[in-house]
């Protein structure tokens, strides 16, 4: 299985790509547009997506991006609770960003 983190952070990015550094199936994406997340999604071909929320300042381009792909398992890494129930609607259970034992946990469990 391939996983794909789209992210706008660069330094999330860097602490996720330091807890999976001996993991060659993880890729990551560093994404500021709609299309920067499509294009890094067509590109990787990932099995499971860890979306954020906003790519840009007060954005909603996860949903946007949730609602365009499909075929491919969804966990929404958003810290903000106040679009939880939108993703929830769509089915996409929440995996926070910050959490990364339960990264690794979704990880390690897809994988087998």
């Known amino acids: 299985m391939k996983f794909l983190f789209v992210n706008d952070s660069t330094e999330l990015l860097g602490n996720l790509r330091r807890a999976f550094f001996n993991n060659p ?3 990551f994406a560093e994404c500021h547009s709609v299309e920067d997340a499509l294009r890094a999604i067509a590109e990787q071909q990932p099995d499971v997506i860890f979306l954020d929320h906003h790519l840009t300042d007060d954005g909603n381009e996860g949903l946007e ?6 075929g491919v398992k969804i966990y929404s890494t958003t810290t903000d609770a106040s679009v939880a129930l939108e993703y929830q609607k769509r089915g ?3 995996a926070p960003k910050t959490d990364f034992k339960q990264l690794k946990s979704i990880i390690d469990a897809a994988a087998l």
């Open 92 to 94: 996409i259970k929440t």
């Open 65 to 70: 991006i949730a609602d365009r792909v499909e």
């Open 25 to 27: 199936s993880v890729a």
